[in-house]
């Protein structure tokens, strides 16, 4: 019976993504994961407090169970709503319809 699971901490940045894979005891956590990782001590923006985790893109709590080839998640604050991001180039697309275009009718 193997009573350690292999897992990966992932962080991404704009530029960059960091991924740490190591080996834990079976039961072992998110939070403790992370903390294992060391990505706390590289990137000290990282506040578990703040930023949420995630498993394979779904939400988790911090003491969420992880099982063996799990990829742990630390997800950034968002720089901007994306549905306003959507909502405005929306508009910009309705805008550059309505202006019609440059070419001749018929050419």
């Known amino acids: 019976m193997n009573d350690r699971i292999r897992v990966e901490v992932a962080y991404a940045l704009p530029e960059r993504q960091d991924i740490v894979t190591m080996e834990l005891p079976e039961g072992a956590t998110a939070h403790q994961a992370v903390e294992a990782s060391g990505l706390l001590q590289k990137y000290p923006d990282i506040d ?3 930023n949420k985790l995630g498993v394979f893109a779904k939400l988790v709590k911090a003491d969420q169970v992880l099982r063996d ?3 742990v998640e630390i997800y950034r604050a968002l720089i901007a709503d994306p549905k306003e991001v959507r ?3 929306a508009a910009e ?3 550059l319809k309505k202006g019609g275009g440059d070419a001749e009718p018929g050419a």
């Open 48 to 50: 578990l407090a703040r």
């Open 69 to 71: 080839r799990d990829r």
């Open 87 to 89: 909502r405005a180039r």
């Open 93 to 95: 697309g309705k805008v």
